[in-house]
């Protein structure tokens, strides 16, 4: 359970770290903010309803800015801004990247949309923050390894 309460806290704080920037519009750094964690004796159930509540939270985020709003979205090598049509983008990596480590963690089969994989490997592409990596045809391995994971053996 242990794992479970630390991955399920990560999940909700990379999404949190995706929403409080952008729903403050801040651009020179992400909102000095403590940290969400789960109480202790926080059930699975418990865990996923934290996750909705943060997503929903994003979600009305991305659909409430206006198309000329602007935030960071990574604050490491001297920060990124971009508008709200990367917003959705971002979130969507770092749930996709940690219910990886998740459920590799968990040995719990992981296995996202191709679709969905695909089109965030050509969004996240201009962002550079992950160095050149080259495709190589299936786009959820393409992500993992542009983040620095690898993908488990099936």
């Given at each position: 359970?242990?794992?479970?309460?630390?991955?399920?806290?990560?999940?909700?704080?990379?999404?949190?770290?995706?929403t409080?920037?952008?729903?403050?519009?801040k651009?020179?750094?992400?909102?000095?903010?403590?940290?969400?964690?789960?109480?202790?004796?926080?059930?699975?159930a418990?865990?996923?309803?934290g996750?909705?509540?943060?997503?929903?939270?994003?979600?009305?985020?991305?659909?409430?800015?206006?198309?000329?709003?602007?935030?960071?979205?990574?604050?490491?090598?001297?920060?990124?801004?971009?508008?709200?049509?990367?917003?959705?983008?971002?979130?969507?990596?770092?749930?996709?990247?940690?219910?990886?480590?998740?459920?590799?963690?968990?040995?719990?089969?992981?296995?996202?949309?191709?679709?969905?994989?695909?089109?965030?490997?050509?969004?996240?592409?201009?962002?550079?923050?992950?160095?050149?990596?080259?495709?190589?045809?299936?786009?959820?391995?393409?992500?993992?390894?542009?983040?620095?994971?690898?993908?488990?053996?099936?």
């Amino acid at each position: 359970m242990e794992l479970l309460d630390d991955c399920g806290t990560h999940d909700r704080l990379r999404l949190l770290v995706c929403t409080v920037p952008r729903a403050s519009r801040k651009q020179d750094g992400y909102p000095r903010l403590g940290e969400l964690h789960a109480e202790p004796g926080a059930t699975p159930a418990d865990l996923l309803e934290g996750l909705r509540a943060v997503s929903t939270m994003l979600s009305s985020v991305i659909r409430t800015a206006p198309a000329d709003a602007r935030a960071i979205i990574w604050a490491r090598d001297g920060g990124q801004v971009a508008g709200p049509q990367h917003f959705a983008a971002r979130g969507a990596h770092e749930l996709l990247l940690h219910a990886h480590d998740l459920c590799a963690g968990l040995e719990v089969a992981f296995d996202p949309p191709r679709d969905l994989c695909e089109r965030l490997w050509d969004h996240t592409e201009p962002w550079g923050v992950y160095g050149d990596t080259a495709a190589t045809g299936d786009p959820w391995h393409d992500l993992l390894v542009r983040s620095g994971r690898t993908r488990p053996s099936t």
